[in-house]
């Protein structure tokens, strides 16, 4: 999945939210520029007035993103989607917790004017009997696209929710998420040494995690419906998993390089062999 809008999807968006705040079911939540408007307040504090758990949000293109501006001591932060729990009395509305809600998509290169091309060209061909046949030509939807360069946005989106997933532990923030396509998730384990997922409760943990350090942190992942007969195919939870951040650095900056230095420095040296090899063939490495 590219277009992180998707992540909207109401019924995957709740479920994020009961994680964040601990709810369950028949929730309000409306983005925050709906205030604007008389009758969508209206509803909410009807749902407020009902007792219901009520949530305005913030996100670049529905109120913007909130930022946290730069000190000497730390970098700019901004939110992809910040929750925000509301109730009314009367006719103020009162802001209580917040939590946090990030989503990393992948980021292809290249421009996607081939694939739309092969797309127009089989609907013009298949117009009646188009999904059918797009299912068995699944590569027209990546034609002359790039991959994305895992590395880096696995480097770029970790920095970042680590100081995120901090502020899970303190009391204003109710939680933070991060939500990931299935497929982002599984190119993020050899950054993670593969780790192995084990249940607790309703969700997953790290394995070495410990459970008495769990905050309201969350790697959410999901899928697409692909049995959906909806147009536009909903999102599905595929992994809760709840993240002791000190496992999860452990895991990135001390069993990845480990593991590095234990089994793959032969194979780093057979590659410099290799490579000076090539312009000085009368090479070897000497024994340590």
Same mark, same amino acid.
């Given at each position: &999945?590219v277009?992180?809008?998707r992540?909207l999807?109401s019924?995957?968006?709740?479920?994020?939210?009961?994680?964040?705040f601990? !709810?369950t079911?028949?929730?309000?939540i409306?983005?925050?520029?709906?205030? #604007? *408007?008389?009758?969508?307040?209206?509803?909410?504090?009807?749902a407020?007035?009902?007792?219901?758990? %009520?949530? !305005?949000?913030?996100?670049?293109?529905?109120?913007?993103e909130?930022? %946290?501006?730069?000190?000497?001591?730390s970098?700019e932060? #901004?939110?992809?989607?910040?929750v925000?729990?509301v109730?009314?009395?009367k006719?103020? +509305? !009162?802001?209580? *917790?917040?939590?946090?809600?990030e989503?990393q998509?992948?980021?292809?290169?290249? $421009?996607?004017?081939?694939? %739309? $091309?092969a797309?127009?060209?089989?609907?013009?061909?298949?117009?009646?009997?188009?999904p059918d046949?797009l299912?068995?030509?699944?590569?027209?939807?990546?034609?002359?696209i790039?991959?994305?360069?895992i590395?880096?946005?696995?480097?770029?989106t970790?920095?970042q &929710?680590?100081?995120?997933?901090?502020?899970a532990? @303190?009391?204003?923030?109710s939680?933070?998420? +991060?939500?990931?396509?299935?497929?982002?998730?599984?190119?993020?384990?050899?950054?993670?040494?593969n780790?192995?997922?084990?249940?607790h409760?309703?969700?997953?943990v790290l394995?070495?995690?410990? %459970?008495d350090?769990? $905050?309201?942190?969350w790697?959410?992942?999901?899928?697409t419906?692909?049995?959906? *007969?909806? #147009?536009?195919?909903a999102?599905?939870?595929?992994? $809760?998993?709840? !993240?002791d951040? *000190?496992?999860?650095?452990?895991?990135?900056?001390?069993?990845v390089?480990e593991?590095?230095?234990?089994?793959?420095?032969?194979?780093?040296?057979?590659?410099?062999?290799?490579?000076?090899?090539?312009? @000085?063939?009368?090479?070897?490495s000497?024994?340590l």
């Amino acid at each position: &999945m590219v277009c992180p809008y998707r992540s909207l999807d109401s019924r995957f968006f709740e479920t994020v939210v009961e994680r964040l705040f601990g !709810v369950t079911g028949n929730t309000s939540i409306a983005p925050v520029v709906a205030l #604007s *408007d008389p009758e969508q307040v209206g509803l909410l504090k009807l749902a407020s007035d009902e007792g219901r758990p %009520v949530f !305005v949000f913030f996100q670049d293109k529905l109120g913007g993103e909130i930022n %946290v501006s730069a000190t000497m001591q730390s970098p700019e932060l #901004s939110f992809d989607i910040t929750v925000i729990r509301v109730g009314f009395e009367k006719d103020v +509305l !009162v802001l209580r *917790d917040f939590g946090i809600y990030e989503v990393q998509t992948m980021d292809f290169h290249g $421009s996607y004017r081939h694939a %739309v $091309s092969a797309l127009r060209n089989a609907v013009d061909l298949h117009a009646s009997d188009f999904p059918d046949v797009l299912a068995t030509n699944v590569e027209w939807l990546g034609r002359k696209i790039e991959g994305p360069n895992i590395a880096n946005v696995f480097k770029r989106t970790f920095y970042q &929710m680590l100081l995120k997933f901090r502020l899970a532990q @303190y009391g204003a923030c109710s939680g933070v998420a +991060l939500g990931l396509p299935k497929a982002v998730w599984e190119s993020w384990a050899p950054h993670l040494s593969n780790p192995n997922l084990v249940e607790h409760d309703d969700y997953m943990v790290l394995e070495g995690s410990s %459970v008495d350090e769990l $905050s309201n942190a969350w790697l959410l992942v999901f899928q697409t419906d692909t049995g959906s *007969d909806d #147009s536009r195919e909903a999102l599905m939870p595929y992994a $809760s998993i709840r !993240v002791d951040v *000190d496992a999860f650095l452990h895991l990135a900056f001390t069993d990845v390089p480990e593991y590095i230095g234990d089994n793959l420095i032969g194979n780093v040296r057979s590659s410099i062999l290799s490579r000076v090899r090539r312009v @000085y063939p009368s090479s070897r490495s000497a024994d340590l």
